[in-house]
C-alpha cells in the first residue's frame, strides 16, 4: 500500500512538473506560401492579413473574449535552419535542433505566435500564454512526399497594445514548487495518519 500510495504521489508531482516546463501550443492552421512576407520588411498589408487570419481563428475559440481591435502583430524575429540565432528582425530567437525535424526555441522576450516553415508550407501556432521558450516540430507539415519534412526556417511575433489576451486556459498553472508543497504536505499527512495508527 505504501508503495502504490508513494509512485502514484511521484507520478503526480512529476507530472505536474512535467506539464509547466514547455508551453502549450496550438495549430492555427498550415498554409502554402512563405510566412516572411509577415515581417517587418514585408509589405505592411501582409502583416495585416496575418493579423486577420489569427483573429478568425481566435474568435472561432472559445477563449471568453474576442479579438481586441487594439491588439497588434509585431514581427520578432526569424531564424533560418540551421543557424542557432535570429537571422531577421530585431528580437533575440535561440534554436536548438534534435534533429532537423524537431527541437526547442527560445526568446528573450515572451511571444504569442510562431510559425514552423519546410518546402511551400508552414504551420502557424498560437501560444496558450506569452512565453520564452517551447518546443517545436515539422509534424503538421507535408511536402510532396515527404511528411514532416526538414525546417526551413521559424518565426515569432508578439502581440503588442491592448490588455493581454487571454487563452484557452484562463486558470493559471500551478508552478512546480506548489506542487512539491503539495507532495510534501500529502506525504505528512500519510505519514501522520501512520503515526497515529501505531499509536
Given amino acids: 500500500m505504501k508503495k502504490i500510495l508513494f509512485l502514484t504521489l511521484a507520478a503526480f508531482w512529476l507530472s505536474s512538473i512535467a506539464g509547466t516546463v514547455l508551453a502549450d501550443s496550438m495549430k492555427i492552421d498550415t498554409f502554402t506560401g512563405n510566412d516572411t512576407y509577415f515581417t517587418y520588411g514585408g509589405n505592411p498589408q501582409d502583416l495585416q492579413d496575418l493579423e486577420d487570419e489569427v483573429a478568425i481563428w481566435y ?42 525535424k524537431s527541437g526547442f526555441w527560445t526568446t528573450d522576450d515572451s511571444i504569442n505566435l510562431f510559425s514552423v516553415k519546410a518546402g511551400n508550407q508552414y504551420a502557424l501556432y498560437w501560444l496558450e500564454e506569452a512565453v520564452q521558450y517551447g518546443s517545436w516540430d515539422t509534424d503538421d507539415l507535408f511536402v510532396g512526399n515527404n511528411n514532416n519534412p526538414a525546417i526551413s526556417h521559424f518565426s515569432a511575433w508578439a502581440i503588442v497594445g491592448g490588455s493581454t489576451p487571454p487563452g484557452p486556459n484562463p486558470n493559471p498553472v500551478p508552478e512546480p514548487g506548489t506542487m512539491a508543497l503539495l507532495g510534501i504536505g500529502l506525504i505528512g499527512i500519510v505519514g501522520m495518519s501512520r503515526k497515529r495508527r501505531s499509536s
Fill in 59 to 100: 474568435n472561432g475559440k472559445n477563449f471568453g473574449s474576442d479579438w481586441n481591435a487594439d491588439w497588434n502583430l509585431e514581427f520578432y524575429a526569424k531564424a533560418d535552419a540551421p543557424s542557432v540565432s535570429t537571422t531577421e528582425g530585431t528580437g533575440n530567437l535561440g534554436l536548438t535542433y534534435t534533429t532537423n
